[in-house]
């Protein structure tokens, strides 16, 4: 009997069928060991010992293993061929070497690229031994990420609150989002004019040529700056003669892209199917795990995860026969092309991802596919096939004119493009962020020496055109050109990108808008505060280096320890140099880095520091445990603050402070819009607690009114009482957007318009319906929902059957009699939650815990069950210490389990 080890269950049912009743095939489900997240897993003065935990799942799956170990001859690691796949099978060896199940055993190392059975047969005939330089660099990677997250992660929580990680890839990416952000905000548009001029030849046909040159300068793109030299430029035209100075025209060779490597993947479904780095990631698994055609299941693609260029003999022959079929065999170039990888690390520069089977055209397989399947299949497909296709042929012409009048002279050309023989791009054209129709250009045939005239092309437009621009700034990144500029710059590994952006918006970081990524105000915080006092860890080169380090590990050149060793010991002496660091200096430090950001230059000039409030505080950045914002250095005497990234002037407070929009016909008091740490908001008045209402999503301060603001101050609005129980229903916004209220039942509403519209006949179907899904059971929602605890979990305000309470998980604190419900603040809750926490208060489940303490000390069975509470607590731990990694989950790639 063999046993077969793969990483995932699909796989595992696939490959049993290829191979048959003699091959036994288990799955890991990916990794079946980490490092615990907590302090001491790496230990730097072991030698970089690793302390490895298994959890309860991959227990369970790791016994299977071992039993069916036993009873076999041969056991056959049979994971990814890269170095995450290569490291699985070192674990699972590990793990079963401790089991003592592998004496006697054959134990071999076989990898394929694709899962078709031909490629398995061929990798069971040609097994190996693991590769161990692999291993060590899966270690040093493990390790090195683990080492960063776990000890910067804890100098960030102390001297920035509110802030969550810092890791060795994770912050380089983000400060390359967060330098492009701050290009855009201290570019400065530089006026410039173009002059086109619309020329007729002599048979009639119309071109635009641009001017290039005049009173013998040379005029570049941006060298006409003003209306003025613009006019002068323009008017002479309008008089001058033109004739043609000289025609070239060159052919030129168009050669089609290499096949896809998981980086240039990433980019292409990025730009043409709008995917994200990780869903491109996860729909390629699914074809690379393959799908039931013809009742056979069969992968469609090769391995996703690779750096290489290259395809297979077979397959360049195949795509060859293919192309000769669908488009005609001068579409077939002479010689098979041949490309090379740039992959430093050849022991990762895998075949290059391609179909399986290039003969599966993608209107034969789509009917297998979902859609987003069916797309990114076509898209290898298309790529694989125009890699090996001939090149396109075009014929690039200029045309160069004279231009004479009022005793001056200018030069114009005219540059355009013809596609002669289309090749490759018949079936596919790489896109570009910059892409132009080679064909859009086409110029008509015209002599050396011919006369040309300026004309209108319509009758409408000019002959001669002077238009003004702009230069702009530099386009924010998407996620396909980050990718591409992290690859240039060698950080980190593309099979890594699609978990490292994906960790930057889960860390709220930054956040993806029309595609482009924006830094948000915590992640610039944490960019400037490493800037500043760990430069050179968030360095492109010192990152590049590193990564080339690590890849002459996998290469066998050099030792991983002796690459841990360089790495902590200037990274600990860097960390042991800020501990003592007072937060006072590093708020200073970041006030002045991010000066061009929160405090931004004001028009008249005055000081951008320079309190609104109050005229003689000066406005700094603040951090809480809720964030960062900015406040005024005069606090408590003045109270001002604005969010992080909001200047004096947006979102309803300007230089004079709050916006007053009116007065409530009710009370006569002042309805003002302002700006707090979370947003904008309008106030009633200016007692010790006013009335305040948050604005919705979807409303603007710009449009805010009184009208409005007088609806969001009435909130929660009674809509009437209920016709079974005569009891009130209110509407109101929440957390979760607008709602009808009854009887503690909540009911969501469409829009935040619906709210001040509401009647009873639609509140009351409405409720009925939320009813109707839970059963009649209505689940406990909030009266008020009041932030973020500073040690995690929401804090809210509950109506109980003994009157209102504040609630932070377990721990429920009744509010003072007589107090307003709505009316509390976070403060005072933490107040009351302390002070309960402080008595023992936890409501039933955790006063039960002694008790069962002391049952455990009485009876030999209740200890044993006692006995597994530090198993339960060493979950709750993992569970809080999960944010202090960054790269422990950014550095592993996708695993099959995923």
Sequence with gaps: MNVVIVESPAKAKTINKYLGSDYTVLASYGHVRDLPPKDGSVKPDEDFAMSWQVDSKSQKRLTEIANAVKDADRLILATDPDREGEAISWHVLEVLQKKRVLKGKQIERVVFNAITKKSILEAMANPRELDVPLVDAYLARRALDYLVGFTLSPVLWRKLPG?????????????????????????????????LANMKTPSGDMFQAGVTG?????????????????????????????????????????????????STLQQEASRKLGFAASR?????????????????TSGLITYMRTDGVQIAGEAVDAARAVIGQDFGEKYVPEKPRIYSTKAKNAQEAHEAIRPTDLSRRP?????????????LYELIWKRTMASQMESAILERTTIEILADGSGKRANLRATGSVIRFDGFLALYQEGRDDDEDEGSKRLPAVDEGAALTAASVDGTTKAIEAAQHFTTPPPR??????????????????????????????????????????????????????????????????????????????????????????????????????????????IDSLNELLGPHIFPAKEDGSDPRKCPSCDSGQLSLKVSRWGAFIGCSNYPECSYTRQLGKPNGEDGEGDEGPKVLGQDPATGLDVSLRTGRFGPYVQLGEEAKPKRASLPRGWSAPDMDLDKALQLLSLP???????????????????YGPFVLHEGTYANLSSVDE????????????????????????????????????????????????????????????????????AVTL????????????????????????????????????????????????????????????????????????
Excluded at 163 to 184: F, K, W, Y
Aim: aromatic share 6%.
């Design 163 to 195: 802030a969550r990680s810092a890791g060795r890839v994770q912050s380089v990416a983000l400060r390359l989002i967060c330098d492009r952000e701050m290009e855009i905000e201290v570019f400065r548009p530089q006026e410039y004019w173009s002059i």
């Design 214 to 262: 005049f009173d013998g300068k040379k005029l570049g793109r941006l060298d006409i700056s003003n209306e003025t030299d613009a006019t002068a430029i323009r008017t002479m035209l309008e008089s001058a003669s033109f004739k043609v100075d000289s025609v070239a025209s060159k052919p030129a060779r168009r050669n089609p892209a290499a096949p896809f490597t998981t």
């Design 280 to 296: 491109a990631m996860q729909v390629a698994q699914k074809l690379y795990e393959g799908v039931s055609i013809g009742g056979e």
């Design 363 to 375: 209107k034969d397989v789509a009917r297998f596919l979902d859609p987003d399947q069916a797309k």
């Design 477 to 586: 990144y998407t996620e396909a050109s980050l990718v591409k500029k992290m690859e240039e710059l060698g950080i980190g590994r593309p099979s890594t990108y699609a978990s490292t952006l994906q960790t930057l918006r889960d860390r709220d970081y930054v956040e993806l808008e029309k595609k482009q990524l924006v830094p948000m105000d915590k992640g610039r915080i944490v960019t400037a505060f490493l800037e500043s006092f760990f430069h050179r860890y968030v360095e492109f080169d010192f990152t590049a280096s590193l990564e080339e380090q690590l890849d002459k590990i996998s290469a066998g050149e050099l030792s991983w320890v002796e690459v841990l060793r360089d790495f902590w010991k200037g990274f600990s002496g860097a960390v042991d140099d800020i501990k003592d660091l007072r937060v006072s200096q590093v």
């Design 717 to 735: 609005r009674e809509v009437g009482p209920h016709p079974e129980d005569g009891k009130m229903i209110s509407a109101g916004i929440g957390r």
């Design 755 to 822: 709210v001040f519209s509401v009647g009873i006949n639609r509140a009351v179907d409405a409720l009925a319906e939320k009813r109707a899904k839970t059963g009649g059971r209505s689940a406990a929602t909030p009266l008020k929902e009041l932030g973020e605890h500073p040690d995690g979990g929401p804090i809210n305000v509950y109506d109980g059957r003994y009157g209102p309470y504040v609630k932070h998980g377990k721990i429920n604190a009744t509010l003072p009699k007589d107090s307003d419900p709505k």
């Design 827 to 898: 403060e005072q809750a933490l107040e009351l939650i302390a002070a309960k926490a402080a008595k023992g208060g936890k409501g039933k489940t955790a006063a039960k815990k002694p008790a069962a303490k002391k049952a455990a000390a009485k009876k030999p069975a209740a200890k044993k069950t006692a006995a597994k509470k530090p198993a339960a607590k060493k979950t709750a731990t993992k569970k809080t210490a999960k944010t202090a990694v960054d790269d422990s989950s950014t550095e592993v790639p996708w695993d099959d389990a995923s």
